[in-house]
C-alpha cells in the first residue's frame, strides 16, 4: 500500500529529490513549506516550481517565515540566496494556496487516516500543528525527519542546520510521543551526489534531467567550497521519504534522542543517550545509520526518467 504523506520542506536542493520521490513512490497529499535554506518566499516558490516541472497534484501551503522563537540565520551559503542556485527556474502557471500550512497539515490528517508526515526543514510547522491540535499526534502515522546528527554536525560542530534553526520545534517534536524516524547527517553523508551521477543524469537528456542535472552540479560544487576536497554533496533530504517508502535500504537502530535548546555551543545538537546502561532513556527515535547508497541514487534516476 502507497505511503499518504505530507511534505514539509524549505527547497533547497536536496528537498527537491525527496519532493520527486515523494511523488513516486508515496501518496503525496499536501506540499507544507518553511524558512530555512531560503526565506518562506523562496521556499514557496521553489515548491511550486517541483510541483509544475514533477506534474505534482499536491497544492503547496506556506508556513512559518521564521522559528519559534527567532534567532539569527545562517547565511545561504549552500543553496544560495534563491534556496535553488545553479539551473534556470521555470516562470510559474501554478500559485500557492490560500490555506496555511498548520491548517494544511491539521485539515488533510483529518481527512486521510495514518498520514506520515516528513519534515525535510526546520520543524517549526509541525511544531506548530501540534500546539494547535495536540490530538494530530494521536491521528498519524509517524514523523520522519531529515534532521541532526549523531556523530557531527554541520552547521556547528554538533548541530545540524535544520534542527539549529529551530531547536525548540524540533524539541516539541522529539518529546511528543509519536513514532518518529530519523535521518541524520551520519546517514546522508553516505548518499553522494557526484560528478558522474551528475553526468549520468544530464545523459538522460529530458529538459527535467537537465534542470536536476544543473542542480546536483551546483550543490556538489558548493559543498565542495565549504565542506569537502571534491566536488560532492550529501542527499539528505531524500533519506528522509526513502526511510518510509524503501526501508529495506536502511540499518535503524533505536535511541534515546533529546535537542540542546538555548543558547550555548550544543545549541540545536541532538544527543542520543550511548551510555549503553541501565540508566538509558526509553528510546523515542528510529535513528538511521546506513543505506544502501548505490540503490537509493538508482530511484532517483528512475524517478527523473520518469517524468516526461
Ligand atoms: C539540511 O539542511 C539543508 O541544507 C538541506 O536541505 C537539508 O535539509 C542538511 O543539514
Ligand atoms: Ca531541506
Given at each position: 500500500?502507497?505511503i499518504?504523506?505530507?511534505?514539509?520542506?524549505?527547497?533547497?536542493?536536496?528537498?527537491?529529490?525527496?519532493?520527486?520521490?515523494?511523488?513516486?513512490?508515496?501518496?503525496?497529499?499536501?506540499?507544507?513549506?518553511?524558512?530555512g535554506?531560503?526565506?518562506?518566499?523562496?521556499?514557496?516558490?521553489?515548491?511550486?516550481?517541483?510541483?509544475?516541472?514533477?506534474?505534482?497534484?499536491?497544492?503547496?501551503?506556506?508556513?512559518?517565515?521564521?522559528?519559534?522563537?527567532?534567532?539569527?540565520?545562517?547565511?545561504?551559503?549552500?543553496?544560495?540566496?534563491?534556496?535553488?542556485?545553479?539551473?534556470?527556474?521555470?516562470?510559474?502557471?501554478?500559485?500557492?494556496?490560500?490555506?496555511?500550512?498548520?491548517?494544511?497539515?491539521?485539515?488533510?490528517?483529518?481527512?486521510?487516516?495514518?498520514?506520515?508526515?516528513?519534515?525535510t526543514?526546520?520543524?517549526?510547522?509541525?511544531?506548530?500543528?501540534?500546539?494547535?491540535?495536540?490530538?494530530?499526534?494521536?491521528?498519524?502515522?509517524?514523523?520522519?525527519?531529515?534532521?541532526?546528527?549523531?556523530?557531527?554536525?554541520?552547521?556547528?560542530?554538533?548541530?545540524?542546520f535544520?534542527?539549529?534553526?529551530?531547536?525548540?520545534?524540533?524539541?516539541?517534536?522529539?518529546?511528543?510521543?509519536?513514532?518518529?524516524?530519523?535521518?541524520?547527517?551520519?546517514?546522508?553523508?553516505?548518499?553522494?551526489?557526484?560528478?558522474?551521477?551528475?553526468?549520468?543524469?544530464?545523459?538522460?537528456?529530458?529538459?527535467?534531467?537537465?534542470?536536476?542535472?544543473?542542480?546536483?552540479?551546483?550543490?556538489?560544487?558548493?559543498?565542495?567550497?565549504?565542506?569537502?576536497?571534491?566536488?560532492?554533496?550529501?542527499?539528505?533530504?531524500?533519506?528522509?521519504?526513502?526511510?518510509?517508502?524503501?526501508?529495506?535500504?536502511?540499518?535503524?537502530?533505536?535511541?534515546?534522542?533529546?535537542?540542546?535548546?538555548?543558547?550555548?555551543?550544543?545549541?540545536?545538537?541532538?544527543?542520543?543517550?550511548?551510555?549503553?546502561?541501565?540508566?538509558?532513556?526509553?528510546?523515542?527515535?528510529?535513528?538511521?545509520?546506513?543505506?544502501d547508497?548505490?540503490?537509493?541514487?538508482?530511484l532517483?534516476?528512475?524517478?527523473?526518467?520518469?517524468?516526461?
Amino acid at each position: 500500500m502507497t505511503i499518504p504523506m505530507i511534505l514539509d520542506c524549505d527547497p533547497g536542493h536536496d528537498d527537491m529529490v525527496a519532493l520527486l520521490l515523494a511523488s513516486r513512490h508515496a501518496e503525496l497529499l499536501a506540499i507544507t513549506t518553511v524558512a530555512g535554506n531560503a526565506g518562506l518566499e523562496q521556499s514557496t516558490r521553489n515548491a511550486l516550481v517541483a510541483a509544475q516541472l514533477f506534474n505534482l497534484n499536491a497544492a503547496v501551503h506556506p508556513g512559518a517565515a521564521r522559528p519559534l522563537i527567532a534567532r539569527s540565520a545562517f547565511p545561504p551559503v549552500l543553496h544560495g540566496e534563491s534556496g535553488l542556485d545553479g539551473p534556470v527556474l521555470p516562470t510559474l502557471t501554478i500559485g500557492p494556496s490560500p490555506i496555511t500550512a498548520v491548517e494544511a497539515i491539521l485539515a488533510t490528517t483529518r481527512r486521510v487516516e495514518r498520514c506520515w508526515l516528513i519534515g525535510t526543514g526546520p520543524l517549526t510547522n509541525i511544531a506548530l500543528a501540534l500546539r494547535a491540535d495536540p490530538t494530530l499526534a494521536d491521528r498519524i502515522a509517524g514523523i520522519s525527519i531529515m534532521g541532526g546528527g549523531i556523530a557531527f554536525g554541520n552547521i556547528t560542530p554538533s548541530a545540524e542546520f535544520n534542527i539549529w534553526v529551530d531547536p525548540d520545534a524540533a524539541s516539541i517534536v522529539f518529546r511528543a510521543g509519536i513514532p518518529l524516524v530519523m535521518s541524520p547527517l551520519d546517514v546522508t553523508h553516505q548518499l553522494m551526489v557526484t560528478p558522474a551521477f551528475g553526468q549520468r543524469v544530464r545523459a538522460l537528456d529530458s529538459s527535467i534531467a537537465e534542470f536536476m542535472a544543473d542542480l546536483f552540479d551546483t550543490y556538489a560544487t558548493r559543498y565542495q567550497d565549504f565542506f569537502f576536497e571534491e566536488a560532492v554533496g550529501p542527499l539528505h533530504d531524500p533519506c528522509a521519504v526513502l526511510a518510509l517508502t524503501h526501508p529495506e535500504l536502511f540499518e535503524f537502530r533505536d535511541m534515546a534522542v533529546k535537542v540542546a535548546t538555548g543558547d550555548g555551543p550544543a545549541r540545536g545538537a541532538t544527543l542520543p543517550d550511548q551510555r549503553h546502561s541501565k540508566l538509558d532513556d526509553p528510546a523515542n527515535v528510529r535513528v538511521a545509520v546506513s543505506i544502501d547508497s548505490d540503490a537509493a541514487l538508482e530511484l532517483v534516476i528512475d524517478a527523473i526518467s520518469a517524468i516526461p
